[in-house]
Every structure is written in C-alpha cells, then in structure tokens.
Nanobody, 114 residues
Framework: VQLVESGGGLVQAGESLRLSCTASGSGISSMAWYRQAPGKERELVARRFTSRHSVYAESVKGRFSISTINAKNTVTLRMDDLEPEDTAVYYC???????????WGQGTQVTVSS
C-alpha cells in the first residue's frame, strides 16, 4: 500500500485547512490521520472505518472532520478553528482488514501561527 498526501501549509490561528490522502492497493478497512509535534510522540488525530464510523482525539473533537471515499481509498481531514497547538507533521495511514499494521504516507507540515 502506498499513500500520497496533499494539503497542509502555514495558516493563522482560527483559520482552516484540508488534508487529503489517497492509498493504492486493495482490502483497506480504515484510514486515519496522525500527527507528531516536535519532541512529542505520534498521536492519532482521527480514524475513519469503511463502515463510516469515525473516532477523534479529544483535542480535535468539534473542530476536525474526517471523511472518506471508500471506492477511491481517499481520506480527507477538514481542520477548522486551528490552534497553534495543532502545529505538527500530519501523517496519513491505512490498514487492511484483519491487520493492525499501519501503512504510512510521507507526512505533511501544518503550522499554525498565533
């Protein structure tokens, strides 16, 4: 599985950004976005299952929205009301059915200035 990400950039606090990711390959059961800030561990931001069930980190609930186009293995993360604490490298991931192994994208930088 290969993942190609797009989006990201530099915005001011309160603004919005959208990240997109498309995965090659078949049998994908969920896609997700993680992020890693300098000096911190990588953390889950949101995951979307093919059942359309989604889970979010508490810190982004109500501000971020994850959506997928299952037929195209594409996941989008809409990020509203961005905060400086959201600054990180954002990584797209995909999992195949029956596996907990993540395939990763190359990462895209999101920087939010105050």
């Amino acid at each position: 599985v290969q993942l190609v990400e797009s989006g990201g950039g530099l915005v001011q606090a309160g603004e919005s950004l959208r990240l997109s990711c498309t995965a090659s390959g078949s049998g994908i059961s969920s896609m997700a976005w993680y992020r890693q800030a300098p000096g911190k561990e990588r953390e889950l931001v949101a995951r979307r299952f093919t059942s359309r069930h989604s889970v979010y980190a508490e810190s982004v609930k109500g501000r971020f929205s994850i959506s997928t186009i299952n037929a195209k293995n594409t996941v989008t993360l809409r990020m509203d009301d961005l905060e400086p604490e959201d600054t990180a490298v954002y990584y797209c991931s995909a999992r195949r059915a029956g596996s907990s192994m993540d395939y990763w994208g190359q990462g895209t930088q999101v920087t939010v200035s105050s």
